[in-house]
């Protein structure tokens, strides 16, 4: 009887654990999720568990060569974002590819452009994005992270640019503990990308370094990094820094001081899209042969002051670039373009000259001037320089005639921001 008991006693204990198959209730009020950030703390070290090999010594990890594409948060390259200056991250959740701008890689979430990944028009580096000072979460940037896989010492090795000129921060790579190991200012490495100092940086089996570069104003930053980490290298060969490759820089070194009786970009007309004011028309057009007045001007809170057409495409002064340059956009090939115009404001032949500037290295065709339905003149927007072309032609016009310029994008679906200044002369 008391076997009985006891084998009774022990059945109804069980059952009440385990609830015995019964669906337990739902709370009466679910807390909503809070974003998954990374602790900046370092983990508890990790013992390597006997008969566990790790890798072996002089093994190199390249953030370019080993970019996982399928889990973004597993293996020894991963990828993050940050609002706050690198005080916490967030996982990067969405891999996204975008052919028509040759852009791919991870970001936040589906049809984001912050992240990190690839630039087709910049082979060997991994393409790390913010849209401006990330602080307060206002602004994200990605960033770069490398998880040890065993505890022992890794050197840093990379190479860095700032292509683009863009105001950017100093690439930092800092410690899951908040220890920064090395920084490198970016200011300088605009005309040809530069090798970093090989840095040993001692880890944690688990331990993460976070590499990122910010912002320093609301200005859009591609950062570009090629890293690799070496395990318990096994000879100094590691701490030789290569020769960097001689890079040819187009373009030239703009001068806005040019005296010209005309000049599109300190004449632009906040007022009239359509020469009421002056000489320069804004519109737009899809064919370059019929072109359509701007039908809005908007100070816009992106720091753009623009005339846009009906489908949204704007033209105007940006603060974002610096040089007297009026921005030129369209969306993609085929579709609307915006285009400068100049109306003669008497019989004659004019000297037009200036620059033709693609900053941010986008699928430009050409800049294109078009007169009366025929092509007066094209001239190169390269696709990878950090200085505008230069450029000049004359046309003969009668009083009242129209000279636009405008420049279509290569690919579909691949917006361009294309920058033109313009000064015009009577021709001698």
Known sequence: MK????????????????GCGKKQDKPAKESTPQPTQESTASPEPTAEPEGEGGPEAGTTFDSVADFNTEEGQNGP??????????????????YNEYPDSGIRGWYPWEGSYIG??????????????????????SNQMGVLAFEAPAAGKYVITAKVWNPWGQPCDVFTFKKQDGTVVLSVDMTEIVDNYAYVTPTDVQMEKGEKLYIYCNSTDSSWVSAYIGCTMVYEP????????????EREVKGV????????????????????????????????????????????????DYDADEWFSEDGTGIGTVGYLEGEYLEMNTPGSGA????????????????FSGYAFNPYSQSAEKFYAVLNGETVSEFEIAEFTSLPNEYSFDAAMSEGDV??????????????????????????
Do not use: I
């Not at 076997?3 to 654990?17: P, R």
């Not at 679906?413 to 200044?421: H, K, P, R």
């Open 234 to 245: 096994v000879d100094d060969s590691v701490y030789t820094v290569p020769e960097v490759e």
């Open 336 to 351: 609307t373009m915006m285009a400068l115009g100049f109306k003669a404001p008497a019989d004659g032949t004019f000297t």
């Open 77 to 94: 390259w991963q990828y993050y974002f940050s609002g706050d200056n690198g005080e916490t991250f967030d996982a990067c959740g969405s």
């Open 253 to 300: 070194e703009p001068d806005f001081t040019k005296e010209a009786v005309y000049n599109a970009y300190q004449e632009f007309d906040k007022e009239n899209a359509e020469g009421a004011n002056g000489v320069w028309l804004y519109a737009s057009t899809t064919d370059g042969a019929d072109f359509v007045p701007a039908v809005e001007y908007r100070d816009t």
């Open 3 to 18: 076997k009985l008991l006891v084998t009774l006693m022990t059945a109804v204990m069980v059952c009440s654990l385990a």
């Open 403 to 428: 000279l636009y310029f405008y420049c279509p994008s290569a690919t579909e679906g691949g917006w361009v921001s294309a920058y033109l200044s313009v000064f015009v002369n009577t021709a001698e």
């Open 116 to 137: 990190v990944g690839f630039n087709n028009s910049m082979e060997g580096f991994l393409e790390l994005n913010t849209d401006g000072v990330s602080k307060d979460w």
